[in-house]
């Protein structure tokens, strides 16, 4: 069974009914999770840092507002789906043109309990809601949005966005977060997390 047929096939046992395989069409990797494709290379790699934004949208990036809960939709047998998106900066277009990327969408269980990272936190704090890995310029380009200021000497770096990212998952509810981590061809990675409602260090 293909990582599709096997997202597809759960799709159907949360109750999305027969034609859920569809909405993987909507998927610019069609729902996706095989991240094999991926080589680790150390020449010609950029000293700046990456740097990624998480967000939503079908067909754009579209930042969340401060506190905002995942946006759903809901299907007619009481499955739901999202289309997150992300914004990634000073990425080696020249050099490393993929991006092995890591959607977590997480609820929170205890009013405050949770950090930025997760070993930080007590046993029970969080539950996830929605878990999908894909690699972003497998099999198509980046999706190039500007050129960045580089210095003499550097790659070329540049912002990408990319949309549509089709996750199967509720609300997350009174508090919880959303979560990118990003790590390209040169071992450079990066994480954003979105925290909802009052949940989150800094609230």
Known sequence: MTHRQSLCFSLILL????DAADICETDPYG????TGNFSPISEGCPSAPLAVEV????DAFTAFEPSDDLSVVFGPQGGSHAWLAISA???AIDVTDKLKTFLRVWAENEPGCMRESQDDEAPGCRTL???RNVLLGDGKALNVIQDEASTDGQPRLVRVTESGLLI???PVGDSGSIEATIEDECGRTAKAIHW?????PTQ
Do not use: I, W
């Not at 109750?15 to 027969?18: I, K, L, N, Q, R």
């Not at 967000?55 to 079908?58: F, K, M, S």
């Open 15 to 18: 109750g999305c009914g027969p």
């Open 31 to 34: 729902c996706s999770q095989d």
């Open 55 to 58: 967000g939503y949208g079908q």
């Open 89 to 91: 900066s000073n990425v």
């Open 129 to 131: 809601r929605s878990s």
């Open 168 to 170: 199967f998952s509720s």
């Open 196 to 200: 909802v409602g009052l949940a989150g």
